[in-house]
């Protein structure tokens, strides 16, 4: 196993002598992590090509052998369809593997940043969701996801969780870089329309998270204690897959007037118009919430964080694609 630390800017913020290790790597929050918290200690990247989540043995020797005073754990089973037939893999990862790296945190007093999601509720709600209310995932992956923010908290480690929707980024795979392909192959697209959220930036996401630990590392200076809690943290504002794919066309076509050579960001789209259609239109093996905008009031009145709306976030995110 061959991990390599990131050695921290000159003049960095974090404390002297601050180890972070990030799970996830190479994914899209877990990518943007590196470049946010390499400026705050030693980071310790690893992805599932060093440790593999489905052994939880190998899961508790990296943590127990790293040694971080922090990690970010950014690493989860992710596909939502697939899930409905990989239950037990699902719950690996998402389950069994945050739960090893709490007891190890809890074991050596380390502090524990955790990603979750809006998939925890069942969509019910009009208003967006508040942390305190109750859960109801009505999937394989949101039920997972559920139970290994469960775990965390029984752990007794000193935890941040932060549920967060709709992940996308200029790169990986996600509905932003799907929705380009399509529109460069269709003449229009149909998308869901009914289903509502806030999509937000990976990168939005990795500078709140460093934003987040500065202040829990200056409680933990002044207390010799790591705040411990439950938080959304979301782009602001509300939209449906539809507007969404809309916005990224719109923001696309503007983006490809700069002049530059900008690889896959610069050749025109095929795709003029978005149907929207109805959930019941596009039917998926898991099925999916009607309402996942949640609430940032909380993180807000925390640690002084408001995030971006969705649309400066998209916009930011498609003329950082053509830099």
Known sequence: MSLHPIAPSPGAPG??????????????????LQRSLGTMGEVMAIDVEQV????LDAVTRTVREFAPDVVANAAAYTNVDKAESEPELARTINVGAPGRIAEE?????????????????????PAPWEETDATGPLNVYGETKLAGDQAIMASGCAYIILRTTWIYDIRGKNFLR???????????????????????WARSLAEATTI????????????????????????????SWAEFAEAIMSEYDDCCSWPADT???????KAKRVVHITSDQYQTPARRPRNSVLSNAKVLQT????????????????QDAIR
């Open 52 to 55: 593999d989540l489905t052994d």
């Open 263 to 269: 690889g896959e960001f610069s050749a025109p789209l």
């Open 303 to 318: 640690f002084g964080i408001k995030m971006p709306d969705w649309r400066e976030q998209l916009r930011l995110a498609m």
């Open 15 to 32: 404390a002297p002598g601050l180890r972070l290790l990030i799970t996830g790597a190479n994914g899209q929050v877990g990518w943007h």
């Open 178 to 200: 799907t929705i380009l392909r399509l529109a460069r192959e269709k003449d229009e697209l149909r998308i869901v329309g009914d289903q509502y959220g806030a999509p937000t």
């Open 105 to 125: 945190c809890a074991r050596s007093g380390a502090l524990m940043i955790h990603y979750s999601t809006d998939y925890v509720y069942n969509g019910g709600k």
């Open 212 to 239: 987040i630990l500065a202040r829990c590392l200056e409680h933990h200076s002044q207390t010799s204690e790591w705040p411990t809690g439950l938080f959304h943290c979301t782009a602001g504002g509300r939209t």
